[in-house]
């Protein structure tokens, strides 16, 4: 060696030897600085994986690293030379150090053929291939190249596994990521597994972890139909156990050229071969993983494995796996898994050695999880048809082309009124199989055979007649394995086959057997003329329609269509007529275009439930959904715009014969406006006191929303109370629910919070802390303040019903102020509260309050008459004897036993003003004189043409007069007003239907 190395220091380091005595001896030798690499990230061959070394063990270390240190690496004509292990000065130099930096020479690639070892005072140099100690001036650095026995290869792999349990990991996961390149993307690559859409099976996970822990078979059969995700629970379980620091080695079915054993021998760059080839290759493997760890052979789709001895080899592995910490898991279509399992009726090695999982349908938690993550990955927040729903929960292939056609497409839901789905859904199903054109016409021959026989199902043996099939010929098997085709036995044990998926069968007959869509109108007709009663044909025309241009659908529906026309027409006129100010509170509650929608009975030619709709700009204002049955459990006519459908009878499903008049006064107007008044929903727009009525109790009925706009006890309102500062409480409510649901969805996510699943009802127990409760209080304050709103996803029906009313009462209030100062009448609270209770109470308030009362009834029931009814206000009968005079006599109070008030009467005496003005007064006076004529008098003066009703002072505040308590409570003159017009809406109707009567 140099004069550089006679050098010596004390407490000379690794560091020190390097920088003072071997960099220098390098450039004097002529090595250049950009041929020498020091401890860095290097590239090791391990096998056919080339794997990143890295530079140390740190937290921050990526998980794809290998964690070790090569020290120097020297390089000439950009191939690998000589490695130089350093070791600190007085380290003793041992064969471990050798075999330690032997195997870093071994794996770098191309091969390093020279290793050096020195601690600073012992320089040893060694040949790379055969560990030998060789002498400096045997070096020969021109035309070096080399090849490692496969044992020597082992070792070397085995020594550098051994530095670090992790790297053999880091190794396997190099490999799985290279093996999942073929199936896993993201979205926009359109591969099959996704691991944001994914949702890991429980079912299957149990199956795995027995597989693992309690079972002694070293093989797992994964079982299940085409498009179930068997290849994407596969790529999540070979993920899973690498995160949990377990190797695996991945293999694609579709992509091995021969057998396993091989492909694993590629992989670590192993040559052997010969009859043993699988026995030698699980004692390498097995080697590898050590005895504390089982290494996993992971083998998806071992039916697209193109191998002629695939089941005797797979035997074999499993054969010389099983004494072994060796475990293989492989999947398999269910349609070909006796292939593996049985010849000649005899069970293989494969069927006696594995244990069987089934992959079957979502659970209903699973299946709910799965719709979560397709709507935060394609960002879509429509709805889904009930029958879609249905039918997705079986078919995950479903689910994602209906998702992808969402996205690239304007589905406001998802249903199977979409042209665009079934296009796609028929595309991809058979660009699965490997003669796309053979598929398609065999599809095609099927479909029209069954439209023709008008059945759905049809014997293999006609199928095969039909295709012309010789006898040594099948139908193409791949459409029963991808579940396109479903083949089952009748009672006899023929063989028959039908669709898996009954509306892509329907979609191949409308649109590419006997292509309706291309038919003349006349033509259509004769075709459906042949329908007449619930069949297979009525179910292919049912799709049809509703994937049909607005052409064709009027030959199946045009004269239900003319009269539901009609239908419309006459409803909106009537209401705009009549009923101007209630436009918006009529169905289907809209200030735009309204709709006329119905089931349409393709079989019966007339129309099951029907209702109105709000439309949009494009919207047909006619709209039919084709139906089997009256008032169907389907929820389409929801997604279509409708709140709910009716039916009646009398209508004769608008057919000839319908009285469309009455029908719509009889069956739409009345019971609305009925249900209106008992709501409190007529429009109060010119009626003050009642709409702040409305918001003051409101406001005190919803003490935990409003309680800053309460006094301290929450028994009153703290006046003024101000309008927007009521709606920013609201606001703040929906702020404090979003960011609640948001963190308890969060720790369900996290498991902090569990699910309990009772079939597809869920529950949980959310149990937040302080510091949470109050995370959520800072969250909402913090938008308010700041107006940055978030995206609101959940829908809270007390919430939205407390928001629209209120916003509805404040928006017609704000154009004359924009708070209330005070109460609308003083001691109203009082006598309320002492009425309530039972207590006495002085006759001047209750005089004082109840002529307030009956005044301002009188002003705001003129006011609501004439705004809601301003054509038929003359048929209201307070109204129509307006100017009125009314009379209140109260009589002794009756108390109960102990001694509280019960029941004070209350008399009313209405009759013709004199003044001609509406007055009210309470009157001690007056005498009701029935001997020479009907008359009653007060205060000297004589009142005839009068009637008289009886109630009490209590009824005033406990009575609920027919209505619905919840929305009038407490709310003394609302109750009043609208009880008033409940009880005069009885006449109201039997003259509406006179008067408008054909």
Same mark, same amino acid.
């Given at each position: 060696?140099?004069?550089?190395?006679? !050098?010596?220091?004390?407490?000379?380091?690794?560091?020190?030897?390097?920088?003072?005595?071997?960099?220098?001896?390098?450039?004097?030798?002529?090595?250049?600085?950009?041929?020498? *690499?020091?401890?860095?990230?290097?590239?090791?061959?391990?096998?056919? *994986?080339?794997?990143?070394?890295?530079?140390? *063990?740190?937290?921050?270390?990526?998980?794809?690293?290998?964690?070790?240190?090569?020290?120097?690496?020297?390089?000439?004509?950009?191939?690998?030379?000589?490695?130089?292990?350093?070791?600190?000065?007085?380290?003793?130099?041992?064969?471990?150090?050798?075999?330690?930096?032997?195997?870093?020479?071994?794996?770098?690639?191309?091969?390093?053929?020279?290793?050096?070892?020195?601690?600073?005072?012992?320089?040893?140099?060694?040949?790379?291939?055969?560990?030998?100690?060789?002498?400096?001036?045997?070096?020969?650095?021109?035309?070096?190249?080399?090849?490692?026995?496969?044992?020597?290869?082992? /070792?070397?792999?085995?020594?550098?596994?051994?530095?670090?349990?992790?790297?053999?990991?880091?190794?396997?996961?190099?490999?799985?990521?290279?093996?999942?390149?073929?199936?896993?993307?993201?979205?926009?690559?359109?591969?099959?597994?996704?691991?944001?859409?994914?949702?890991?099976?429980?079912?299957?996970?149990?199956?795995?972890?027995?597989?693992?822990?309690?079972?002694?078979?070293?093989?797992?059969?994964?079982?299940?139909?085409?498009?179930?995700?068997?290849?994407?629970?596969?790529?999540?379980?070979?993920?899973?156990?690498?995160?949990?620091?377990?190797?695996?080695?991945?293999?694609?079915?579709?992509?091995? !050229?021969?057998?396993?054993?091989?492909?694993?021998?590629?992989?670590?760059?192993?040559?052997?071969?010969?009859?043993?080839?699988?026995?030698?290759?699980?004692?390498?493997?097995?080697?590898?993983?050590?005895?504390?760890?089982?290494?996993?052979?992971?083998?998806?789709?071992?039916?697209?494995?193109?191998?002629?001895?695939?089941?005797?080899?797979?035997?074999?592995?499993?054969?010389?796996?099983?004494?072994?910490?060796?475990?293989?898991?492989?999947?398999?279509?269910?349609?070909?898994?006796?292939?593996?399992?049985?010849?000649?009726?005899?069970?293989?090695?494969?069927?006696?050695?594995?244990?069987?999982?089934?992959?079957?349908?979502?659970?209903?938690?699973?299946?709910?999880?799965?719709? /979560?993550?397709?709507?935060?990955?394609?960002?879509?927040?429509?709805?889904?048809?009930?029958?879609?729903?249905?039918?997705?929960?079986?078919?995950?292939?479903?689910?994602?082309?209906?998702?992808?056609?969402?996205?690239?497409?304007?589905?406001?839901?998802?249903?199977?009124?979409?042209?665009?789905?079934?296009?796609?859904?028929?595309?991809?199903?058979?660009?699965?199989?490997? /003669?796309?054109?053979?598929?398609?016409?065999?599809?095609?021959?099927?479909?029209?055979?069954?439209?023709?026989?008008?059945?759905?199902?049809?014997?293999?043996?006609?199928?095969?007649?039909?295709?012309?099939?010789?006898?040594?010929?099948?139908?193409?098997?791949?459409?029963?394995?991808?579940?396109?085709?479903?083949?089952?036995?009748?009672?006899?044990?023929?063989?028959?086959?039908?669709?898996?998926?009954?509306?892509?069968?329907?979609?191949?007959?409308?649109?590419?057997?006997?292509?309706?869509?291309?038919?003349?109108?006349?033509?259509?007709?004769?075709?459906?003329?042949?329908?007449?009663?619930?069949?297979?044909?009525?179910?292919?025309?049912?799709?049809?329609?509703?994937?049909?241009?607005?052409?064709?659908?009027?030959?199946?529906?045009?004269?239900?269509?003319?009269?539901?026309?009609?239908?419309?027409?006459?409803?909106?006129?009537?209401?705009?007529?009549?009923?101007?100010?209630?436009?918006?509170?009529?169905?289907?509650?809209?200030?735009?275009?309204?709709?006329?929608?119905?089931?349409?009975?393709?079989?019966?030619?007339?129309?099951?439930?029907?209702?109105?709709?709000?439309?949009? !700009?494009?919207?047909?204002?006619?709209?039919?959904?084709?139906?089997?049955?009256?008032?169907?459990?389907?929820?389409?006519?929801?997604?279509?715009?409708?709140?709910?459908?009716?039916?009646?009878?009398?209508?004769?499903?608008?057919?000839?014969?319908?009285?469309?008049?009455?029908?719509?006064?009889?069956?739409?107007?009345?019971?609305?406006?009925?249900?209106?008044?008992?709501?409190?929903?007529?429009?109060?727009?010119?009626?003050?006191?009642?709409?702040?009525?409305?918001?003051?109790?409101?406001?005190?009925?919803?003490?935990?929303?409003?309680?800053?706009?309460?006094?301290?006890?929450?028994?009153?309102?703290?006046?003024?109370?101000?309008?927007?500062?009521?709606?920013?409480?609201?606001?703040?409510?929906?702020?404090?629910?979003?960011?609640?649901?948001?963190?308890?969805?969060?720790?369900?996510?996290?498991?902090?919070?569990?699910?309990?699943?009772?079939?597809?009802?869920?529950?949980?127990?959310?149990?937040?802390?302080?510091?949470?409760?109050?995370?959520?209080? /800072?969250?909402?304050?913090?938008?308010?303040?700041?107006?940055?709103?978030?995206?609101?996803?959940?829908?809270?029906?007390?919430?939205?019903?407390?928001?629209?009313?209120?916003?509805?009462?404040?928006?017609?209030?704000?154009?004359?102020?924009?708070?209330?100062?005070?109460?609308?009448?003083?001691?109203?609270?009082?006598?309320?509260?002492?009425?309530?209770?039972?207590?006495?109470?002085?006759?001047?308030?209750?005089?004082?309050?109840?002529?307030?009362?009956?005044?301002?009834?009188?002003?705001?029931?003129?006011?609501?008459?004439?705004?809601?009814?301003?054509?038929?206000?003359?048929?209201?009968?307070?109204?129509?004897?307006?100017?009125?005079?009314?009379?209140?006599?109260?009589?002794?109070? !009756?108390?109960?036993?102990?001694?509280?008030?019960?029941?004070?009467?209350?008399?009313?005496?209405?009759?013709?003003?004199?003044?001609?003005?509406?007055?009210?007064?309470?009157?001690?006076?007056?005498?009701?004189?029935?001997?020479?004529?009907?008359?009653?008098?007060?205060?000297?003066?004589?009142?005839?043409?009068?009637?008289?009703?009886?109630?009490?002072?209590?009824?005033?505040?406990?009575?609920?007069?027919?209505?619905?308590?919840?929305?009038?409570?407490?709310?003394?003159?609302?109750?009043?007003?609208?009880?008033?017009?409940?009880?005069?809406?009885?006449?109201?109707?039997?003259?509406?239907?006179?008067?408008?009567?054909?």
């Amino acid at each position: 060696m140099n004069c550089y190395f006679l !050098e010596k220091l004390s407490a000379v380091t690794e560091e020190d030897i390097k920088v003072k005595y071997v960099l220098p001896w390098l450039e004097q030798a002529g090595i250049a600085l950009h041929e020498i *690499q020091l401890e860095r990230t290097f590239s090791l061959n391990i096998g056919r *994986q080339s794997v990143i070394v890295g530079v140390g *063990q740190t937290k921050t270390r990526k998980r794809d690293t290998i964690c070790c240190r090569l020290d120097i690496l020297v390089k000439r004509n950009g191939r690998n030379l000589l490695i130089f292990e350093t070791k600190a000065d007085g380290l003793q130099l041992t064969d471990d150090d050798r075999d330690q930096a032997i195997s870093y020479a071994r794996l770098v690639h191309p091969i390093a053929p020279y290793t050096v070892v020195t601690n600073g005072s012992d320089y040893r140099l060694y040949d790379s291939v055969t560990k030998a100690r060789i002498d400096p001036k045997d070096i020969n650095i021109r035309g070096y190249g080399i090849v490692l026995p496969d044992e020597d290869i082992l /070792d070397a792999q085995l020594l550098f596994f051994a530095l670090n349990p992790d790297n053999l990991v880091t190794f396997c996961r190099s490999q799985v990521a290279d093996e999942l390149r073929i199936v896993k993307g993201a979205l926009i690559d359109g591969r099959k597994y996704v691991p944001e859409l994914h949702v890991p099976r429980s079912a299957i996970q149990k199956d795995v972890e027995e597989f693992f822990y309690r079972s002694s078979l070293p093989g797992l059969l994964l079982i299940g139909q085409s498009g179930f995700g068997k290849t994407c629970e596969m790529c999540w379980l070979a993920e899973s156990l690498l995160d949990a620091g377990n190797p695996v080695l991945f293999f694609n079915g579709s992509a091995l !050229e021969a057998g396993i054993t091989e492909a694993i021998a590629e992989v670590f760059s192993w040559t052997f071969n010969g009859p043993d080839l699988p026995i030698q290759v699980v004692r390498h493997i097995a080697k590898l993983a050590g005895r504390s760890k089982t290494l996993t052979i992971i083998v998806d789709a071992i039916d697209e494995w193109i191998y002629t001895y695939r089941v005797n080899h797979l035997s074999s592995l499993l054969s010389a796996a099983e004494n072994n910490n060796i475990k293989i898991i492989a999947s398999c279509k269910t349609s070909a898994v006796e292939q593996f399992t049985s010849v000649r009726g005899n069970p293989t090695k494969i069927e006696i050695l594995t244990k069987k999982a089934e992959t079957g349908a979502f659970s209903d938690r699973e299946f709910f999880s799965a719709i /979560d993550k397709y709507r935060q990955a394609y960002q879509f927040s429509g709805n889904f048809e009930d029958a879609v729903l249905k039918e997705a929960s079986s078919n995950p292939f479903l689910l994602r082309v209906f998702f992808d056609v969402a996205q690239n497409s304007s589905l406001k839901h998802l249903t199977f009124s979409s042209a665009e789905f079934f296009d796609a859904y028929f595309r991809r199903s058979i660009s699965r199989t490997a /003669d796309e054109r053979q598929a398609e016409y065999t599809l095609k021959a099927i479909a029209g055979l069954l439209y023709q026989r008008n059945t759905d199902q049809i014997l293999e043996d006609d199928i095969r007649t039909s295709l012309g099939l010789r006898v040594n010929e099948s139908i193409m098997e791949e459409l029963f394995e991808y579940g396109i085709l479903l083949r089952s036995e009748t009672e006899t044990r023929t063989s028959v086959v039908s669709f898996y998926f009954q509306q892509l069968r329907d979609y191949i007959v409308a649109f590419k057997v006997q292509r309706f869509n291309a038919m003349s109108q006349q033509q259509l007709a004769d075709e459906f003329e042949q329908v007449t009663e619930l069949c297979v044909k009525a179910d292919i025309f049912t799709l049809y329609y509703r994937l049909a241009s607005s052409k064709h659908k009027i030959v199946f529906d045009k004269y239900v269509r003319e009269n539901a026309t009609r239908y419309l027409h006459f409803y909106t006129s009537f209401v705009q007529q009549h009923f101007p100010a209630l436009r918006e509170v009529f169905t289907p509650q809209t200030e735009g275009r309204i709709g006329f929608i119905g089931e349409l009975l393709l079989v019966k030619r007339c129309l099951g439930g029907y209702g109105f709709r709000s439309l949009g !700009e494009t919207d047909n204002e006619v709209h039919f959904m084709p139906a089997q049955q009256v008032l169907g459990k389907s929820n389409l006519a929801y997604l279509d715009g409708a709140d709910q459908l009716h039916w009646t009878g009398s209508a004769c499903g608008f057919r000839d014969g319908i009285n469309i008049k009455s029908e719509v006064i009889n069956y739409e107007l009345l019971p609305q406006l009925e249900q209106l008044i008992k709501e409190g929903l007529l429009n109060e727009s010119h009626c003050p006191e009642m709409l702040v009525e409305f918001i003051v109790e409101t406001v005190l009925r919803n003490k935990v929303i409003f309680k800053e706009l309460l006094s301290v006890d929450g028994l009153s309102i703290r006046y003024p109370l101000k309008y927007d500062e009521v709606l920013k409480k609201l606001l703040r409510e929906r702020l404090i629910r979003h960011y609640r649901e948001e963190l308890i969805s969060t720790k369900k996510r996290s498991g902090e919070i569990k699910e309990i699943w009772d079939g597809s009802i869920v529950s949980y127990f959310s149990n937040l802390t302080a510091e949470e409760e109050k995370q959520i209080l /800072d969250a909402a304050e913090d938008s308010l303040n700041s107006g940055h709103l978030p995206k609101f996803h959940a829908r809270y029906g007390d919430l939205d019903k407390l928001e629209s009313s209120l916003v509805r009462v404040i928006n017609s209030l704000n154009t004359t102020n924009i708070e209330i100062n005070s109460p609308l009448f003083d001691g109203e609270s009082k006598v309320k509260t002492d009425v309530t209770r039972g207590h006495t109470i002085s006759d001047d308030d209750v005089k004082s309050y109840l002529v307030w009362l009956y005044s301002v009834f009188l002003e705001n029931y003129k006011s609501i008459i004439e705004t809601n009814f301003p054509t038929l206000k003359q048929h209201f009968q307070i109204y129509s004897e307006m100017p009125i005079s009314i009379h209140l006599v109260l009589g002794s109070t !009756e108390k109960n036993h102990f001694g509280r008030n019960t029941f004070t009467p209350l008399d009313k005496y209405f009759s013709e003003s004199q003044n001609n003005i509406n007055e009210v007064k309470v009157v001690d006076d007056l005498v009701w004189n029935t001997d020479d004529c009907w008359h009653f008098s007060s205060g000297g003066i004589k009142f005839q043409n009068f009637r008289v009703t009886q109630t009490s002072l209590e009824f005033l505040f406990f009575s609920r007069s027919g209505l619905i308590n919840d929305a009038f409570k407490e709310m003394t003159l609302r109750k009043l007003v609208y009880g008033t017009i409940a009880n005069e809406f009885k006449v109201f109707k039997k003259v509406l239907l006179t008067q408008f009567k054909d």
